[in-house]
């Protein structure tokens, strides 16, 4: 009697110390989270004015704009660029300076800045605004210019668009362009095809690359007064067209060519950030159910509840020697929360709904 006495004040004791842990854990894990902004490079005057905290505020204003950028559809991005510095810089988790140097009286620093992901998200929402996953995508980019007055077509290099799509490599957008290979046999079979070519699937081009499910085609028709652009949108099995008029200008002028090939970046990023959105005014409680007695599962667990970010926050609302349960608010429908766990090789069994999850 003595020893089993001795036994179950032990277990009660582990079980007890062991649910302290996870408590400690869960919550430390959650605020630890940080978005993380590469490459921000900071360039200024180097004078007897020159001040170190001048520049490291300036990298966190810029670190935050590029991280609004590909967090927001760009119509939010004018009020959430317009926030003060006070604000921003409650937002920063830590940074480092990767790189600086003096040179010819001037100064060059590269940043990194890593921004607390839940007082982000925290923010957004009180502003009701909803953020995109942040998704890098690669994609298969294929521009045509279509002269109308001589039906015509620019391929390549001649193509103002093909030749100064990726000439100016900013890091705000998700989608990252693959340009189309230098093909005689496409450009033979988008000029057989010129009088129909909005209606042209293109199967023929995009079948050689092993981006096929994913592209862009960006169709530029040239009038005499505008450029008529028809983009065909083709990702993760999402597709859309649409059409954008920008007035003519000259070839030789790039800040047009630039400002129209960043207007159009913008509208394929939207477009992708839409299909990645996370919709917020969706609240979504589950029940989760661990084995207490499999320790690192559940720290897995912890983990991969840290990376979905589906999930706006968790806690464990009950505990003994044999469930753990966390109690999950999640801003999606259920398919999408479980699709999510799946990606990590979780399964799921759905009982009352309560989720007991296993390897």
């Not at 935050?64 to 006070?86: D, M």
């Not at 999510?340 to 069994?349: A, D, M, P, Y």
Request: charged content about 25%; aromatic content about 16%.
């Amino acid at each position: 009697k003595i020893m089993k006495k001795i036994i179950k004040t032990f277990l009660y004791n582990f079980f007890i110390l062991f649910f302290i842990y996870l408590c400690l854990f869960s919550t430390n894990k959650v605020f630890a989270n940080t978005y993380k902004i590469e490459n921000i490079e900071i360039s200024n005057e180097y004078s007897t004015n020159f001040n170190k905290d001048d520049i490291i505020d300036k990298a966190f204003i810029k670190a935050f704009q590029t991280l609004i950028g590909k967090l927001t559809i760009s119509k939010n991005h004018k009020f959430l660029k317009e926030q003060n510095l006070k604000l921003i810089k409650s937002f920063v988790d830590s940074f480092s300076v990767v790189n600086e140097n003096f040179e010819d009286s001037k100064y060059n620093g590269i940043f990194e800045i890593n921004f607390d992901k839940s007082k982000v998200l925290s923010f957004l929402r009180n502003q009701n605004i909803f953020h995109s996953s942040m998704i890098e995508k690669n994609i298969l980019f294929i521009p045509i210019f279509i002269n109308l007055d001589n039906e015509s077509v620019l391929l390549f290099d001649e193509n103002p668009f093909y030749k100064y799509w990726n000439y100016d490599k900013n890091d705000q957008f998700l989608l990252k362009y693959i340009l189309q290979n230098e093909d005689l046999d496409d450009y033979q079979l988008i000029q057989d095809r010129i009088n129909f070519i909005e209606n042209y699937d293109f199967k023929e081009i995009i079948s050689k690359y092993e981006l096929n499910e994913n592209y862009i085609i960006l169709i530029v028709f040239q009038d005499i007064d505008n450029f008529k652009t028809f983009s065909k949108f083709n990702i993760n099995s999402v597709k859309s067209n649409f059409k954008v008029d920008f007035k003519k200008f000259r070839f030789d002028n790039m800040d047009k060519i630039k400002q129209l090939i960043i207007s159009l970046k913008t509208r394929y990023d939207d477009e992708w950030k839409k299909i990645n959105l996370i919709n917020t005014s969706i609240k979504l409680n589950i029940q989760l159910n661990l084995d207490s007695k499999n320790i690192f599962f559940i720290e897995k667990i912890e983990k991969i509840l840290d990376e979905i970010e589906l999930i706006e926050k968790y806690h464990i609302s009950y505990f003994n020697n044999n469930v753990t349960r966390y109690s999950i608010l999640s801003n999606s429908t259920p398919d999408k929360l479980l699709n999510e766990l799946k990606k990590f090789n979780i399964k799921v069994s759905n009982d009352n709904n309560i989720w007991t999850l296993n390897e």
